[in-house]
C-alpha cells in the first residue's frame, strides 16, 4: 500500500495553494457490484485523510487517547462526480473550510481526485471535539487547538462564531 501525504501546492490537481494531500490505491474490497468505487469507500478515504492530517500537526491518536478527546462528525456529505474504477490511484485533498477561533467547531472539504487529476468527489464534514469518558462536547488543550489551527485553509474559509 501506498502512502503520500503532504502539504504543498501539488501540480496535478492544478492548485496553487496549499493543502494536505493523501494518496492511495483502490483495491478490490473497496468496489460495488457495479465495479466502481462504492459510495462508504469515498468516506473511509477521507476519514484517512483527516488522519493523517491531524497526525501530521502532531495530534495524533495516542495524543487523543492520554488526553480523553477524540474528533466527531455531526454531518458528512458527498457529491460523486465521477467513477472510480480497481486500481486506480486516488489524491484526496484536505482544506479546512469553518471553524471557531479555538478550532472547537469546525468544517472540512476532502477533495477526491482521479491519477488523471479529474474531480471524481467531494466530501464535505463538519464535526466538533469530545471527551470521551464523559460523552459531552469538549474543546482541545491550547496547544492542541494552535496546531489544529494550522491545518491548510479554503479560498472560501470562514470563521464560526462562538
Given at each position: 500500500?501506498?502512502?503520500?501525504?503532504?502539504?504543498?501546492s501539488?501540480?496535478?490537481?492544478?492548485e496553487?495553494?496549499?493543502?494536505?494531500?493523501?494518496t492511495?490505491?483502490?483495491?478490490?474490497?473497496?468496489?460495488?457490484?457495479?465495479?466502481?468505487?462504492?459510495?462508504?469507500?469515498?468516506?473511509?478515504?477521507?476519514?484517512?485523510?483527516?488522519?493523517?492530517?491531524?497526525?501530521?500537526?502532531?495530534?495524533?491518536?495516542?495524543?487523543?487517547?492520554?488526553?480523553?478527546?477524540?474528533?466527531?462528525?455531526?454531518?458528512?456529505?458527498?457529491?460523486?462526480?465521477?467513477?472510480?474504477?480497481?486500481?486506480?490511484?486516488?489524491?484526496?485533498?484536505?482544506?479546512?473550510?469553518?471553524?471557531?477561533?479555538?478550532?472547537?467547531?469546525?468544517?472540512?472539504?476532502?477533495?477526491?481526485?482521479?491519477?488523471?487529476?479529474?474531480?471524481?468527489?467531494?466530501?464535505?464534514?463538519?464535526?466538533?471535539?469530545?471527551?470521551?469518558?464523559?460523552?459531552?462536547?469538549?474543546?482541545?488543550?491550547?496547544?492542541?487547538?494552535?496546531?489544529?489551527?494550522?491545518?491548510?485553509?479554503?479560498?472560501?474559509?470562514?470563521?464560526?462564531?462562538?
Open positions: 500500500m501506498q502512502l503520500n501525504h503532504r502539504y504543498h501539488d501540480p496535478i490537481l492544478n496553487t495553494n496549499m493543502s494536505h494531500t493523501y492511495n490505491k483502490v483495491m478490490w474490497s473497496h468496489l460495488d457490484a457495479n465495479m466502481h468505487m462504492r459510495h462508504s469507500a469515498y468516506a473511509d478515504f477521507a476519514a484517512q485523510a483527516r488522519i493523517e492530517a491531524l497526525e501530521e500537526l502532531g495530534m495524533d491518536l495516542k495524543t487523543f487517547q492520554r488526553l480523553h478527546i477524540g474528533p466527531i462528525l455531526f454531518r458528512e456529505e458527498t457529491t460523486y462526480l465521477r467513477e472510480v474504477g480497481i486500481n486506480e490511484e486516488v489524491t484526496i485533498k484536505t482544506e479546512l473550510t469553518a471553524s471557531r477561533k479555538d478550532g472547537a467547531r469546525w468544517a472540512l472539504r476532502h477533495e477526491l481526485y482521479k491519477e488523471d487529476g479529474v474531480k471524481a468527489a467531494v466530501i464535505k464534514v463538519e464535526g466538533a471535539w469530545m471527551d470521551v469518558l464523559k460523552r459531552k462536547l469538549t474543546v482541545l488543550p491550547e496547544e492542541l487547538a494552535q496546531h489544529f489551527m494550522e491545518l491548510p485553509r479554503s479560498a472560501d474559509y470562514v470563521e464560526l462564531d462562538g
